[in-house]
């Protein structure tokens, strides 16, 4: 079968360039596997392979019907499955469908330019999903990508594969301050950004609660995602005192406890007394989607934003969306509450007025036989020890309203949160105030780096107990029957540890471990050095720049922005105007040239005007016979004596009607 | 620099002149074949006023080309094989006592023609190379206190054998640049070795058949005006510029063009321009002599398949 020549088309893009574009956008995406639904990834990898497959075997774009139908249902199943088109997820999913879709008919000079310029949005779009330092590292690679095909686009033959490549890694690294200055400087907004919904795919880590029920901090256990790295200002505290302390819950119902609505509306926050010097940490904390700042117990302060609840603990006005850095000051001996206020004293006491009967009698019957409450404490805990309790990840359920009871009497078999609410409701019972803290308990030395790591596998949950003269006093009566918790961690006193997470230890320290330390390392440089530099830090420097509050900030930094782009502005156009030609004759010359080459006809190095032209006219034959009088023209100009104004007039008017994409499509064949 | 002047006199008829010269290439292009482009080169370096050196292994058509400018442009031709125990005088001439005069005249030696064909430069001693070189560069030769003026036209046509090295001096690199052109004939094409194979000897038909001639030494030398007369603009001169310098600059050869290996440039391309028959150098003038100008005067610090000529092309832009 004879092949006709394919019709002369101006600015089109090959074959072989479309397939790059077609893997690029495929790199760029690959990520968000992880963070679409399963049938968004799917119809997007679809698509990206018909395209490929269309490519390879060269058949033309398909039909602007079936496109259009293509675009309606992928608008319609966005819709379908989000119930919206706008929102962080169901956006991005919009995004990479129609990006897919606009690839088959990527064509033009043009479309490649949305497609790129949509390829630098979906590298954005990763970042509202994952800020990791593999990310980061995986969207440089991308960048790059994206930059070479933006330079190929516009250099065309000038710029081969491997040139581009080198040239968009030299503009990336000529953007590296601009990007450091942006990144200190562009005001940062606290909250989720540009208003989008939170993550609410279920993508999240998930931390304490504040609510506790029998299993849930076993669950939490079962994962070793850091929860926070620490650097203790000077030695770390013994591993006895390595509590860090989070929501504190007051309220007890139907065997949950939480942190109770109106607390803090009916209790101020605590009076402590710190004893002794503190203990200064320096935290970063994971995004948990919650308010809590944890810190070592008893935290003294943290950065002056928050707010303490009457529970001592400290949280952020907004959940914490993204990583956090605070500087937090601890106190190891302290009094907190020495006189306990009516309220606190009514909420330190409540019990829900049924439920769990034995475990009221027994509490009765130690408040009969002593007075004392520290005595009722010691009967309590002895009564943990003695009583051949369990430490298990995989506790026998137990029922809703007697919860207590079948643990105490029945399953004796329980993770922290058994104990430490069994205990609570027991002091409650006899008659002594108490409440549960939950948070986490002892850190994790990292092999490389001066710094600890405190993982969800180390959430734990205690009580305290109100005691005249001493005020609030931690009671851990996991520690009570099962010491090794707090001695030795969490491998050694649970009897199922096979259930634990890798990195929570029980095993030899191998490669593997050794490799996930040294990981860590660097992924705590990264949070500690770039993302814990949220608003919060970014405020603290302005105010040290003599900038204070945030109108300030942002009026400072659009008038340096906006100046400094006008300066840059002025001084291009000043470089421009010296570099500009005095002959109107050769920057008409120019300006054709410039028109060739964004069709991908650059002028090479030492080619002359007319055979260049005869280059242009091979290749593009519908030019010949513009091309061959214009350059035939420019020559004569140029070399020859005895010009006429006339001609130099004449030739600037040609120039000026010379559009080669226009004549192209208009004139081709 | 403001263009040349222009020429006193009438302005020369270019058409007549570029036709006279078409004529000439077609007349030899009847006995070497398919050679035009090395025809025209060998013209334009007679037309400039240049001194040929043809570099090529024998039997290709030296001489035939030699015998073919010659011929066609009226020339007084005279040939000298260089061998080892070749003397200057051999060359220049002698003085000899003339018994009837009572004194020594001069007799003068095959240099004195209008076009010289000097065989084989390489076989012969370094002394008696530089004795033509010096005659070729002077224009003159001076014999025992006499100076005797070569006339114009004066063109040396010299061929080297590059493949011939033993017991040969091949000329040092400092000589080449007294060549205005270097050039190579190659083998016939494919179609040219048949017709060849068909037709007979050439020589044997350049011997007994003169092409005949389309001008003669007073022409050569008004065409010679008329080619320094064509017209370089700025914009020209700024392309021989950047050539000339980004030589000395680029670092990738021995030594940049010297200010003859400019000059020469300029010439060629004028020359090659009026062949066209046209007034003024165009850069498609200065890129087709420069091969045959540039690539002995230029020796790459490293050896590169790529001729120096096609580096300068591809690097330096036309203004």
């Known amino acids: ?669 | 620099m403001s263009p040349q002047p222009p020429p006193q006199n009438a302005a020369p008829d270019r058409a007549a002149i570029a036709g006279a010269l078409d004529r000439a290439r077609q007349a030899i292009g009847q006995r070497l074949y398919d050679k035009d482009h090395v025809v025209r080169l060998a013209l334009a370096c007679l037309l400039a006023d240049g001194h040929l050196l043809i570099e090529d292994i024998p039997g290709v058509g030296k001489t035939t080309l030699a015998h073919g400018l010659a011929d066609t442009l009226g020339l007084a031709f005279s040939r000298i094989q260089f061998v080892s125990d070749l003397l200057p005088s051999d060359i220049l001439g002698v003085s000899v006592f003339d018994r009837n005069e009572a004194e020594f005249v001069f007799r003068p030696g095959p240099i004195f023609a209008e076009l010289v064909l000097a065989d084989e430069i390489n076989r012969a001693s370094p002394r008696t190379q530089s004795a033509l070189l010096e005659a070729m560069a002077e224009r003159q030769v001076t014999i025992e206190g006499v100076t005797h003026v070569l006339e114009a036209p004066f063109n040396v046509l010299a061929t080297q054998n590059p493949a011939d090295q033993n017991g040969t001096f091949a000329l040092p690199d400092s000589q080449l640049d007294r060549f205005l052109m270097r050039i190579h004939l190659g083998y016939p094409t494919r179609m040219a070795e048949r017709r060849l194979l068909a037709g007979g000897d050439t020589r044997a038909e350049a011997h007994n058949d003169r092409l005949s001639p389309v001008a003669g030494p007073n022409e050569l030398i008004a065409w010679q005006q008329a080619a320094a007369a064509t017209l370089v603009r700025d914009p020209l001169l700024d392309y021989l510029q950047a050539l000339i310098a980004y030589s000395r600059r680029t670092g990738i050869f021995e030594r940049g063009l010297s200010p003859r290996g400019g000059l020469a440039l300029r010439r060629a391309a004028q020359a090659w321009a009026l062949i066209d028959g046209r007034d003024h150098v165009l850069p498609e003038d200065v890129q087709a002599v420069l091969p045959a100008v540039v690539d002995h005067r230029l020796i790459r610090r490293e050896r590169d398949t790529d001729q120096p000529s096609t580096h300068l092309l591809h690097s330096v832009d036309v203004g």
């Open chain 1, 1 to 669: 079968m004879a092949r006709r020549r394919p019709k002369p088309a101006v600015s089109t893009t090959s074959r072989g360039e479309r397939l790059a574009l077609t893997s690029i956008v495929a790199f760029i995406g690959l990520p968000h596997i992880g963070h679409l639904p399963f049938w968004v990834s799917l119809a997007t990898a679809a698509l990206l392979a018909w395209n490929a497959v269309r490519l390879l075997l060269g058949r033309p774009t398909p039909p602007g019907l079936v496109r259009a139908l293509l675009t309606a249902a992928g608008v319609g199943a966005v819709l379908m499955g989000f119930g919206r088109i706008n929102g962080q997820t169901a956006g991005v999913a919009l995004l990479m469908l129609m990006l897919a879709l606009k690839l088959t008919e990527t064509v033009r000079y043009r479309d490649v330019v949305v497609v790129l310029a949509l390829c630098c949005f979906v590298l954005v779009t990763q970042f509202l999903f994952s800020q990791s330092l593999g990310m980061a590292l995986y969207l440089v690679a991308g960048s790059w990508l994206v930059v070479a095909a933006f330079v190929h686009l516009h250099a065309g033959d000038d710029a081969p594969p491997r040139a581009a490549a080198a040239e968009s890694a030299r503009l990336l690294a000529l953007a590296i301050p601009v990007a450091a200055a942006l990144f200190v400087l562009f005001p940062r907004l606290p909250g989720p950004l540009w208003g989008l919904p939170a993550n609410n795919d279920g993508t999240a880590r998930t931390g304490l609660s504040g609510t506790m029920s029998p299993g849930s901090i076993a669950d939490l256990a079962r994962s070793d995602a850091v929860a926070f790295r620490v650097r203790f200002d000077g030695p770390a505290p013994p591993p006895a005192a390595r509590y860090w302390r989070g929501p504190v819950l007051w309220n007890f119902d139907h065997g949950t406890w939480h942190t109770g609505p109106g607390v803090a509306r009916t209790i101020t926050p605590p009076r402590v007394d710190a004893q002794g010097r503190g203990v200064r940490t320096d935290i970063t904390l994971a995004p948990s989607h919650k308010p809590w700042l944890i810190a070592l117990d008893m935290p003294l302060t943290t950065a002056t934003a928050h707010r303490r609840t009457a529970g001592g603990n400290w949280v952020a006005p907004h959940p914490i969306d993204q990583r956090v850095r605070y500087i937090a000051r601890s106190a190891l001996h302290y009094t907190v509450d020495a006189e306990l206020a009516p309220a606190a004293r009514r909420l330190a006491l409540a019990l829900p007025a049924t439920g769990n009967p034995r475990a009221r009698a027994l509490a009765h019957r130690w408040a009969n036989h002593d007075h004392d409450a520290r005595a009722i404490v010691h009967s309590a805990l002895d009564f943990f020890r003695q009583g051949r309790f369990r430490y298990t990840l995989n506790p026998p359920r137990t029922s809703r309203d007697n919860s207590v009871d079948d643990f105490l009497f029945t399953t004796r078999a329980g993770f922290c949160e058994h104990f430490a609410g069994a205990f609570t409701f027991l002091m409650r019972a006899a008659g002594v105030p108490a409440r549960v803290v939950t948070g986490y308990q002892g850190a994790q030395r990292a092999s490389i780096g001066d710094y600890w790591i405190v993982r969800d596998s180390d959430a734990h949950a205690w009580s305290e107990v109100w005691l005249a003269g001493a005020g609030w006093v931690r009671v851990d009566p996991t520690a009570a029957a099962a010491p090794k918790r707090i001695a030795d961690g969490i491998t050694a006193a649970v009897t199922d540890s096979g259930d634990l997470p890798y990195m929570a230890g029980g095993h030899d320290r191998d490669a593997w471990y050794h490799a996930r330390m040294l990981w860590d390392a660097v992924d705590a440089g990264w949070n500690r050095w770039f993302l814990a530099y949220g608003p919060a830090l970014q405020q603290r420097l302005f105010a040290a720049l003599g900038i204070a509050g945030f109108g300030t900030a942002i009026a400072v930094l659009t008038g340096l922005v906006v100046g400094t782009l006008a300066l840059v502005s002025l001084w291009l156009a000043w470089h421009m105007r010296a570099e500009r030609e005095a002959d109107p004759v050769v920057r008409a010359w120019r300006r054709i040239e410039r028109r060739l080459a964004r069709i991908g006809l650059a002028r090479h190095t030492g080619e002359t005007p007319v055979g260049y032209a005869r280059r242009v006219a091979a290749t593009r034959p519908a030019l010949t016979r513009q091309i061959t009088d214009l350059a035939a023209r420019y020559a004569r100009l140029r070399y020859a004596a005895n010009i006429e104004s006339a001609e130099r007039r004449e030739f600037i008017r040609r120039a000026r009607r010379f559009h080669p994409r226009r004549t192209g499509e208009t004139r081709a064949g």
